[in-house]
């Protein structure tokens, strides 16, 4: 009943810009949490930065001062500013978020994943 879609990955060099997007729908009564992850082939699927409904955003330590995250409460998206991008940036982006949504009969709250978004940058 809610499906995330992430947009705007892409490929970059060292030391450039992308923002990625991701775009909830469905039957969507309220969206708490929502969080930005990445993921290489050979790594854990790891945080990249958090922000709640109200605003108030978490990061992880090899991304801060670079990426900013933010949401649209309205249109029920969210957004990864990333600058000054790295190597070691490169990897699948992940959305995922904590959804309470309705099935026409009840409210339920999910943890919902969008499908990913490659990042490459080139040094």
């Known amino acids: 009943q809610v499906q995330l879609v992430e947009s705007g990955g892409g490929l970059v060099q060292a030391g450039g810009s992308l923002r990625l997007s991701c775009a909830a729908s469905g039957s969507i009564r309220r969206i708490n949490g929502m969080r930005w992850y990445r993921q290489t082939p050979t790594k854990t699927r790891d945080l990249v930065a958090g922000?709640?409904?109200?605003?108030?955003?978490n990061y992880a330590d090899s991304v801060k001062g670079r990426f900013t995250i933010s949401r649209d409460n309205a249109k029920n998206t969210l957004y990864l500013q990333m600058n000054s991008l790295k190597a070691e940036d490169t990897a699948v982006y992940y959305c995922?978020?904590?959804?309470?949504?309705?099935?026409?009969?009840?409210?339920?709250?999910?943890?919902?994943w969008g499908q990913g978004t490659q990042v490459t940058v080139s040094s």
């Open positions: 995922n978020a904590d959804v309470k949504y309705s099935n026409g009969i009840a409210y339920y709250t999910n943890d919902v």
């Open positions: 922000i709640t409904s109200a605003g108030s955003t």
